[in-house]
């Protein structure tokens, strides 16, 4: 069993930049690493995934031209860079793993507690 730790959220003004990573322990990543990320009152959306292999990636067309996600095969971590940020990106943030790249967030089987984004205005 993986267990999936993200850090790096807190507060930054609009048009700042952040960088979150999600460290795996336990076991590596499955196939595919996701980020989603849920505001309040609202359903958890999804992000942007990678393919662990091949490094293949796709992002939601919010956050396209923005947000980066890499991966770190050496330190078991996938990160995701995020600039240009918008009040509206405000959203506890969380990666998730599984074997099938899906925007779902039903494809992924394990999931980290999340770490607070807020972009301020």
């Known amino acids: 069993q993986v267990q999936l730790v993200e850090s790096g959220g807190g507060l930054v003004q609009a048009g700042g930049s952040l960088r979150l990573s999600c460290a795996a322990s336990?076991?590596?990543?499955?196939?595919?690493v996701a980020w989603f990320r849920q505001a309040p009152g609202k359903e958890r959306d999804f992000v942007t995934l990678?393919?662990?292999?091949?490094?293949?990636?796709y992002y939601a067309d919010v956050v396209k031209g923005r947000f980066t996600v890499s991966r770190d095969d050496a330190k078991n971590t996938v990160y995701l860079q995020m600039n240009s940020l918008k009040v509206e990106d405000t959203a506890v943030y969380y990666c998730?793993?599984?074997?099938?790249?899906?925007?779902?967030?039903?494809?992924?089987?394990?999931w980290g507690q999340g770490t607070q984004v807020t972009v301020s205005s």
């Open positions: 336990g076991r590596a990543f499955s196939t595919y």
């Open positions: 998730a793993t599984g074997m099938v790249g899906s925007r779902s967030r039903t494809h992924y089987n394990y």
């Open positions: 990678i393919e662990r292999n091949s490094g293949t990636t």
